[in-house]
């Protein structure tokens, strides 16, 4: 099947994640049974690791009021060993990638849900790599 990308950007103009804030942005409805292969996060310089990116897959279009976590799954916590009970990424000056074998039926959203921990606004750019099954 075809590999596919769901791209959200935090950009400078109009999405940038908000000093000591958060934001969300979701995708359109995916209207096919899809795998999720991989999960890219570009952190530009100066991240410094204040930026939390966490994937989330839901049912649910709509979009948080600022300061509350979308509700759904948290694609990053598959197979998670570690502590952290909702994993996300984070980084500083470059690419951020974790591979997955995860799938979801059809009329599913993503969303991507950056928490920003400093005193200034932040952009990242994120790849969400979906393959139709």
């Known amino acids: 099947m075809a590999l596919r990308i769901v791209a959200f950007d935090f950009d400078d103009t109009t999405y940038p994640v908000p000093l000591s804030s958060d934001r969300t ?11 999720i ?3 890219t996060v570009y952190f530009p310089l100066g991240c410094n690791g204040k930026v939390k990116v966490r994937i989330i897959q839901t049912t649910d279009n709509s979009v948080p009021a600022a300061g ?3 509700a759904g799954e948290n694609v990053l916590a598959q197979d998670n060993l570690g502590s952290e ?4 990424l984070s980084g500083n000056d470059g690419y951020e990638t974790v591979y997955l074998d995860r799938e979801y039926n059809e009329d599913s959203v993503l969303k991507a849900y950056a ?3 400093d005193t ?6 994120i790849k969400v790599y979906v393959e139709k099954i």
Do not use: W
């Not at 200034?120 to 750019?125: I, L």
């Open 25 to 35: 942005l979701t995708s359109t409805f995916i209207p096919y049974s899809f795998r």
């Open 37 to 39: 292969n991989a999960v």
């Open 68 to 70: 509350s976590r979308p």
């Open 85 to 88: 009970t909702d994993v996300f």
């Open 115 to 117: 928490v920003n921990s």
């Open 120 to 125: 200034v606004a932040h952009t990242c750019s």
